[in-house]
């Protein structure tokens, strides 16, 4: 298998099994799992970007994820385990009383989490923190942090993203989700973020755009970072909300509908079928 066929089959797998997830656990937020699936392959597979070593989860040389859009966790665990961070039954317990898997990114007790989140506009902050304290200890790795386009609403991420080029942070990666639906609407409709990307450009970060589910074209990209020296880097990642299932694509519905046990079916049936 290729390292780009290995990448899809990976992707295929985090959709499945963020799915089953979140209908097992009566939970929400499938769409925003699906559309970032291609770019978690990527990082995470054993062929991508990351360095990470899953048997030494807290090794000082790792890159550093922050999932800012922590409500779509489901896909992110189903990551971490298939990488070997820790057991795949592991997610069996997700969004369950007295689980180790919370419905948000929680770094407690789970081993490959960086950080906590869950309220949105926090994670670029986050993330800007890490990457700061990584240029104050002469560290050599990179700082990755994976946002919603909905959470750019939030004054917060600007801040973040106005004290990240201030401090020459060239080891971090904003990476935004774009898949152009919020919690409550399109993008556009709610708060438009266009012209986007001279938005971050304004603000002093190098910005590349690329299609959010070609797993060659988002690694070629992800390998190139920094774009420029003392500048920090965002990868717009143009996506479809609830990619890879027909009747949930680009479909405000499910942002937060769990899928009944015949969708469940459906959705599986789809995605095994491109694998």
């Not at 369950?96 to 081993?111: C, K, Q, S």
């Not at 304004?202 to 988002?218: P, Y």
Request: charged share 25%.
């Amino acid at each position: 298998m290729t390292g780009e066929a290995a990448l899809r089959r990976f992707a295929v797998r985090l959709r499945v099994r963020a799915v089953r997830m979140v209908h097992d656990a009566r939970s929400a937020h499938i769409g925003g799992s699906l559309s970032m699936a291609d770019l978690l392959a990527v990082l995470y597979a054993p062929e991508g970007v990351l360095r990470v070593d899953p048997s030494r989860p807290t090794w000082p040389g790792r890159d550093r994820f922050v999932l800012s859009k922590g409500h779509a966790c489901a896909a992110l665990y189903a990551a971490l385990a298939f990488r070997g961070f820790f057991p795949e039954d592991w997610l069996e317990t997700f969004y369950r009383d007295g689980g180790r898997l919370a419905g948000h990114a929680t770094h407690t007790g789970v081993p490959g989490v960086e950080v906590s989140t869950g309220s949105l506009g926090h994670g670029l902050t986050l993330a800007a923190g890490l990457a700061l304290a990584g240029k104050m200890d002469d560290a050599s790795h990179r700082v990755f942090a994976l946002l919603s386009d909905g959470e750019c609403d939030e004054g917060s991420t600007w801040e973040a993203a106005l004290f990240a080029p201030h401090h020459r942070l060239d080891n971090l990666v904003a990476i935004v989700d774009y898949n152009k639906i919020q919690s409550l609407g399109r993008v556009s409709e709610v708060l438009n973020l266009e012209p986007f990307a001279d938005k971050w450009r304004a603000f002093g970060w190098a910005v590349e755009q690329i299609d959010g589910h070609d797993v060659a074209q988002i690694r070629a990209t992800l390998e190139r970072v920094p774009f420029e020296a003392r500048r920090p880097s965002c990868v717009i990642a143009h996506t479809v909300k609830g990619k890879g299932v027909s009747f949930m694509e680009d479909t405000l519905l499910w942002h937060y509908r769990n899928p009944s046990d015949d969708e469940v079916a459906r959705a599986v049936a789809e995605l095994e079928a491109t694998s």
